[in-house]
């Protein structure tokens, strides 16, 4: 069985500041590990993928992520936030997402941005 | 940029009516989903279609939902008799094996 969990599910951070988002997966195989962003009235949009190359994944408009198999997490980070990364952002674990597995979503995490 | 596509953007309904929920994925991709999100909750799976098939479904995909790709190009999920709890964002997804899932905007389903 897989599943992510997303601690804290409001983030507040001055613009400028560090972003950092959690994740922490479960899964009984090698996972697949993904990055989702949603802003008001759109839907998911990817922004970065784990798919067991570098460990480090870059993504679009800053973000990182950084797969940790020993502490079993997938945390996001931006190293200084702008007001437009105010958003709600997923992350989700499949098995095999090539051959048409589900994505398991987390309970997503608000990000305000203070100016 | 090609993308997946979803209609109405918002239906409301009575309770008890049938709902049927548009999508066109993108036209090369082999693996179709269907996602809800009730507000302020987690994205939750409902189905998986490959090869003119489910091939797989979530607990909520009950009796009362079904899915259908009519025409090659469509990608509809119907719910028979709507209930209350029903009412959520209906999210179409699609892939063909890159990894990755490109969501439509969503089909927002209010049931009254």
């Known amino acids: 069985a897989q599943s992510v969990t997303q601690l804290g599910s409001h983030v507040s951070v001055s613009e400028g500041a560090l972003v950092l988002l959690r994740c922490n997966y479960s899964?009984?195989?090698?996972?697949?590990l993904f990055w989702y962003v949603q802003y008001p009235n759109q839907g998911l949009q990817l922004l970065l993928k784990y798919t067991s190359a570098a460990t480090l994944v870059k993504g679009i408009n800053g973000f990182e992520a950084e797969f940790k198999k020993s502490e079993t997490s997938f945390h996001l980070t931006k190293p200084s936030a702008h007001m437009s990364d105010a958003a709600e952002y997923f992350c989700?674990?499949?098995?095999?997402?090539?051959?048409?597995?589900?994505?398991?979503f987390g309970t997503g995490t608000s990000l305000t941005v203070i100016p | 940029e090609p993308e997946v596509t979803q209609t109405p953007s918002h239906q409301v309904t009575q309770m008890g009516q049938e709902v049927i929920l548009r999508c066109v994925p993108i036209s090369n991709h082999l693996y179709f989903y269907w996602y809800r999100q009730i507000l302020g909750q987690k994205v939750e799976f409902l189905v998986s279609f490959y090869n003119n098939e489910i091939s797989e479904k979530s607990e909520i995909f009950d009796d009362q939902f079904s899915v259908e790709r009519p025409d090659g190009s469509n990608f509809t999920l119907k719910i028979r008799s709507t209930k209350l709890e029903d009412s959520a964002m209906y999210f179409c997804?699609?892939?063909?094996?890159?990894?990755?899932?490109?969501f439509g905007e969503g089909s927002r389903l209010t049931v009254l």
């Open positions: 997804a699609s892939t063909r094996t890159s990894g990755e899932l490109f």
């Open positions: 899964s009984s195989v090698p996972p697949y």
């Open positions: 989700a674990v499949s098995e095999s997402p090539n051959t048409g597995n589900q994505f398991y």
